[in-house]
Protein backbone atom coordinates (compact mmCIF):
# COMPACT_ATOMS: atom_id res chain seq x y z
CA UNK A 1 0.00 0.00 0.00
CA UNK A 2 1.56 3.31 -1.16
CA UNK A 3 1.33 6.08 1.29
CA UNK A 4 1.60 9.58 0.22
CA UNK A 5 2.81 12.53 2.24
CA UNK A 6 2.97 16.07 1.32
CA UNK A 7 4.74 19.03 3.35
CA UNK A 8 5.60 22.50 2.66
CA UNK A 9 2.40 24.34 2.12
CA UNK A 10 1.43 27.65 3.43
CA UNK A 11 0.76 31.39 3.42
CA UNK A 12 2.86 33.21 1.13
CA UNK A 13 2.67 37.01 -0.69
CA UNK A 14 1.91 37.00 -4.68
CA UNK A 15 5.40 36.88 -6.26
CA UNK A 16 6.66 34.46 -3.55
CA UNK A 17 8.09 31.05 -4.40
CA UNK A 18 7.14 27.49 -2.54
CA UNK A 19 8.09 24.05 -3.05
CA UNK A 20 6.29 21.12 -2.03
CA UNK A 21 7.38 17.41 -1.01
CA UNK A 22 5.77 14.56 -1.58
CA UNK A 23 7.35 11.32 0.83
CA UNK A 24 5.99 7.85 -0.61
CA UNK A 25 6.25 4.85 1.91
CA UNK A 26 5.01 1.68 1.16
CA UNK A 27 4.94 -0.07 -2.47
CA UNK A 28 5.55 3.32 -4.14
CA UNK A 29 4.03 3.96 -7.50
CA UNK A 30 5.43 4.51 -10.98
CA UNK A 31 4.35 7.97 -12.36
CA UNK A 32 3.52 10.98 -9.96
CA UNK A 33 1.39 13.88 -10.14
CA UNK A 34 0.10 16.98 -8.66
CA UNK A 35 -3.19 18.22 -8.52
CA UNK A 36 -5.23 20.76 -6.87
CA UNK A 37 -8.61 21.96 -5.17
CA UNK A 38 -9.68 25.40 -5.11
CA UNK A 39 -12.90 25.72 -2.54
CA UNK A 40 -16.00 24.89 -4.33
CA UNK A 41 -13.95 23.70 -7.92
CA UNK A 42 -12.86 20.30 -8.97
CA UNK A 43 -9.80 18.93 -8.40
CA UNK A 44 -7.41 19.97 -11.58
CA UNK A 45 -4.53 18.34 -12.67
CA UNK A 46 -1.04 20.83 -11.98
CA UNK A 47 2.07 18.43 -13.31
CA UNK A 48 2.93 15.15 -13.65
CA UNK A 49 5.81 13.26 -14.04
CA UNK A 50 7.24 9.73 -15.33
CA UNK A 51 9.16 6.54 -13.69
CA UNK A 52 12.67 7.59 -14.61
CA UNK A 53 11.76 11.36 -14.15
CA UNK A 54 12.93 12.50 -17.46
CA UNK A 55 9.60 13.18 -18.74
CA UNK A 56 7.17 15.86 -17.34
CA UNK A 57 3.70 17.76 -18.26
CA UNK A 58 2.31 20.38 -16.93
CA UNK A 59 -1.23 22.79 -16.77
CA UNK A 60 -1.27 25.17 -19.78
CA UNK A 61 -1.49 27.70 -16.82
CA UNK A 62 1.24 27.04 -14.43
CA UNK A 63 3.70 26.28 -17.42
CA UNK A 64 6.65 28.24 -16.92
CA UNK A 65 6.25 29.24 -13.26
CA UNK A 66 5.77 25.14 -11.49
CA UNK A 67 8.03 22.67 -12.26
CA UNK A 68 7.99 19.02 -11.00
CA UNK A 69 10.61 16.65 -10.10
CA UNK A 70 11.52 13.40 -8.17
CA UNK A 71 14.22 11.80 -6.14
CA UNK A 72 13.70 8.19 -6.64
CA UNK A 73 16.48 7.61 -4.00
CA UNK A 74 14.81 9.11 -1.87
CA UNK A 75 10.97 8.47 -2.40
CA UNK A 76 10.23 12.08 -2.73
CA UNK A 77 7.88 13.91 -5.77
CA UNK A 78 8.76 17.91 -5.47
CA UNK A 79 6.77 21.05 -6.85
CA UNK A 80 8.99 24.12 -7.16
CA UNK A 81 6.48 26.68 -7.59
CA UNK A 82 7.67 30.07 -8.81
CA UNK A 83 6.04 33.73 -9.15
CA UNK A 84 2.96 32.80 -7.23
CA UNK A 85 -0.23 34.18 -7.94
CA UNK A 86 -3.42 34.47 -5.62
CA UNK A 87 -5.17 32.42 -8.09
CA UNK A 88 -2.94 29.82 -7.45
CA UNK A 89 -4.49 29.38 -3.85
CA UNK A 90 -5.62 25.74 -3.18
CA UNK A 91 -5.13 22.63 -1.21
CA UNK A 92 -2.41 20.53 -3.69
CA UNK A 93 -2.41 17.13 -3.95
CA UNK A 94 0.01 14.20 -4.34
CA UNK A 95 -0.93 11.40 -6.22
CA UNK A 96 0.46 7.89 -7.48
CA UNK A 97 -0.13 5.53 -10.18
CA UNK A 98 0.80 1.94 -11.25
CA UNK A 99 1.45 3.60 -14.89
CA UNK A 100 4.96 4.41 -15.44
CA UNK A 101 3.52 7.98 -16.81
CA UNK A 102 0.07 8.37 -15.79
CA UNK A 103 -0.01 11.96 -17.47
CA UNK A 104 -2.84 14.63 -16.11
CA UNK A 105 -5.44 11.99 -16.38
CA UNK A 106 -7.19 11.93 -12.74
CA UNK A 107 -8.34 8.42 -13.13
CA UNK A 108 -5.11 6.52 -13.67
CA UNK A 109 -4.17 7.81 -10.04
CA UNK A 110 -4.80 5.15 -7.45
CA UNK A 111 -3.49 7.20 -4.75
CA UNK A 112 -3.46 10.27 -3.09
CA UNK A 113 -2.04 12.14 0.06
CA UNK A 114 -3.80 14.22 2.21
CA UNK A 115 -3.13 17.79 0.58
CA UNK A 116 -1.31 20.70 1.44
CA UNK A 117 -3.02 23.85 1.72
CA UNK A 118 -1.60 27.26 -0.37
CA UNK A 119 -2.97 30.09 0.14
CA UNK A 120 -0.96 33.00 -1.79
CA UNK A 121 -2.19 36.69 -0.75
CA UNK A 122 -2.41 39.49 -2.79
Known amino acids: QVQLVESGGGLVQAGDSLRLSCAASGRTGRGYGWFRQAPGQEREFVAAINGHGDRTDAADSVKGRFTISRDNGKKTVYLQMNSLKPQYTAVYFC?????????????????WGQGTQVTVSS
Open 95 to 111: ASSPMFYARGIRSNYDR
